[in-house]
């Protein structure tokens, strides 16, 4: 609530440049910011530190993740902080440790189990290098967003030299501050970009607030629409606006109290970073009272990367310094490799944008992921795809739709999983005249309590399937493969915006029409755009159904770090050959299912035994209910 009691707060720390509190990007300290700190005085709410830290990116050094160094002189680290896994985690619980000291970290991989508001959550580390040091042990309860975690380092040589590091060592100066570039009011630091709009302190107590990360794998999103407007009043847990995900359309339910005094971004606005009140756009402004909501008409915030002059200004100015002239360029390596972070490469390559022409701020230039989303220049075009020149017709011949975030996704999952995971496929067929026989009987007695269709039953028989054969319920974890002790169904949906899978959590111990009742509720949730992400994030098995199109049969592509999913054909009729029958055959139905199974993790003969015991559940339904 911002009717926190106020305190002033004398503060003098280095410059950091400003992120969300809650993400768990890498942030760059400069050894300049260290050498010149700034005070600032002012009253502050003491729940209101993230808001005022990026307006102003010199004064508070509270950020998930901080690469530099500390109070003695340590080799290049990177600080990982408790991360905010949930929109609403303020705190969490420490379970099992999944790396130990001196383990190598590639990204991707599980760091360490967190209990958070909704579940026991994976924390998926999206750094490289070597575990140095952890702050906090298995089993430690209550532990706010924003604590230490752990560190990182680089090198595995320079694990030794963290043995004895505390928390009150993170923050002091690099080594060899005086070589770097001048301060960070100068236009030479392109890392920290002075913000030129009004100044908050000749205005009312307010918040500002950024664009939420409203999913752990979510970097940007789009505006929807307001469900408020200026004037209105907020009370907590009230939706504030409609916002695009990289998962789903979903309502920003706002947990502060008081009234909205200016609205930034207009919907439909796409694109907007996570935390971009550092970067001047903020979604909006909240105050305590009514009255001041007229005061903040005018207000406006600014951002110091907003065009392309003041970039350029830095490359005007001759500089002495040998560190600000090595800035010019990229670093490489020995080899001449560009060196960059893992989400930069990533980020780059799917933005078609060269590495070579991005200026890192990272520890000795390497280039971060804010330096990729910041980068002002024209983006390659892809190699692989020859420029196409159509004859001009009298009207346009092609309708071009923009990517929506969710498609986007998509694109970038499975594609990554057809290339990176070893796909092969099995395909049986099953005789339906039991079972279909068994759904119309109980549908039948139902009363309307329920309608059970084919898919539950498939549903039903995978998770059994799954407790029989174990080892197709597991997920490749890089270095160890894990094996669940619950199926958790994924069940495809096709939505307006893209596909997406919630999950029938638990479904070996659920009954038949549960799990009826259980994927129509999450189906209708899906459509409208309001699953929950502890509803589709996360499940150990993937069911893709496309029998009702008349589809006989296909494959589907896996949904990684899942080991397998299931495609399932529709219902036809077969003639097969039958002694007792008057004229030697009958009339049988009968559907396909193909396993598509990841073969680091699912040899062929374990797959084949696990449609073997899926055929049994199906063909003999009862086997299901007893």
């Known amino acids: 609530m911002l009717r926190a009691h106020r305190r002033t707060f004398a503060i003098a720390t280095p410059v950091i440049p400003a992120r969300s509190v809650a993400s768990p990007i890498p942030v760059t300290i400069s050894a300049s910011a260290r050498a010149t700190p700034a005070p600032c005085a002012m009253p502050l709410a003491p729940r209101r530190f993230s808001m005022y830290a990026e307006l102003f990116p010199r004064t508070f050094p509270l950020r998930s993740t901080v690469r530099g160094y500390a109070s003695k002189i340590y080799p290049s680290h990177v600080v990982m902080n408790m991360p905010a896994l949930s929109p609403t985690m303020t705190q969490g619980n420490i379970g099992t440790w999944k790396k130990s000291i001196g383990d190598s970290i590639s990204p991707g991989d599980v760091l360490v189990e ?9 924390f998926e580390c999206q750094e490289e290098g070597y575990l140095a040091q952890t702050f906090l042990k298995a089993g430690d309860k209550d532990v706010p967003v924003g604590t230490p975690l752990c560190i990182l380092v680089e090198n595995k040589s320079d694990v030794p030299q963290f043995a004895n590091f505390s928390v009150s060592e993170i923050g002091g100066a690099p080594p060899k501050a005086s070589a770097t570039p001048p301060a960070p009011a100068s236009p ?3 890392s920290a970009p002075a913000v030129t709009g009004s100044n908050p302190a000749d205005f009312p107590s307010h918040m500002l607030m950024g664009m939420p990360a409203l999913s752990p794998t979510m970097t940007q999103g789009n505006i929807g629409v307001w469900k408020k407007k200026v004037g209105d009043k907020i009370v907590p847990g009230e939706s504030l606006v409609e916002i695009e995900t990289d998962k789903a359309q979903m309502d920003f339910e706002c947990q502060e109290e008081g009234y909205i005094a200016k609205i930034f971004l207009d919907a439909n606005t796409k694109d907007v970073v996570v935390g971009t009140v550092s970067i001047g756009k903020p979604i909006c402004i909240i105050v305590e009272d009514k009255a001041d909501v007229e005061k903040f008409a005018s207000f406006t915030v600014g951002s110091g990367n907003s065009s392309a002059e003041p970039a350029a200004e830095p490359a005007a100015a001759p500089q002495s310094v040998t560190p600000a002239a090595q800035a010019s360029s990229p670093l490489r390596s020995s080899g001449g490799r560009v060196i960059a972070s893992p989400a930069a490469k990533f980020i780059a390559a799917t933005k078609g944008i060269s590495l070579e022409s991005i200026v890192g701020t990272g520890p000795h230039g390497r280039i971060l992921k804010g330096d990729v989303l910041s980068f002002k220049g024209v983006a390659q075009k892809s190699a ?3 420029s196409f020149v159509a004859a001009a017709p009298s009207g346009l011949a092609y309708l071009d ?7 986007k996704v998509i694109a970038d999952r499975l594609s990554e999983s057809k290339q990176t995971i070893p796909h092969y496929y099995l395909t049986i067929e099953l005789n339906a005249d039991t079972v279909l026989s068994l759904r119309e009987t109980l549908n039948k007695q139902a009363n309307g309590k329920f309608k059970i269709s084919l898919n539950d039953f498939v549903i039903k028989a995978s998770s059994l399937a799954l407790r029989d054969v174990p080892a197709v319920n597991s997920a490749w974890q890089g270095t160890f493969i894990r094996e669940f002790q619950t199926s958790d169904i994924s069940v495809a949906v096709a939505t307006e915006t893209g596909l997406i899978t919630p999950i029938v959590a638990g479904a070996e111990s659920k009954g038949l029409a549960n799990i009826s009742n259980t994927v129509k509720a999450l189906a209708e949730k899906a459509r409208d755009g309001k699953l929950q992400p502890h509803e589709y994030q996360g499940g150990s098995f993937t069911i893709s159904n496309l029998g009702m199109f008349g589809i006989k049969s296909f494959t589907a592509i896996i949904n990684p770090p899942q080991a397998a999913i ?9 003639l097969v050959a039958d002694a007792s029958a008057a004229k030697g055959f009958r009339v049988q139905k009968v559907f396909n299912v193909t396993l598509s199974c990841d073969h680091r993790v699912v040899d062929g003969a374990v797959g084949a035994k696990w449609l073997q015991s899926f055929k049994g559940y199906i063909e003999n339904p009862m086997t299901m209910v007893l």
Do not use: F
Not at 114 to 121: F, P, S
Not at 401 to 407: A, D, G, M
Not at 566 to 574: C, H, R, W
């Open 566 to 574: 299931l495609a399932v054909g529709g219902v036809e009729e077969k």
């Open 384 to 386: 692989a795809l020859p």
């Open 114 to 122: 967190i209990e958070t508001d909704k579940a026991q959550m994976d």
């Open 401 to 407: 739709t923009p990517l929506s975030n969710i498609r």
């Open 188 to 190: 030479a630091a392109p």
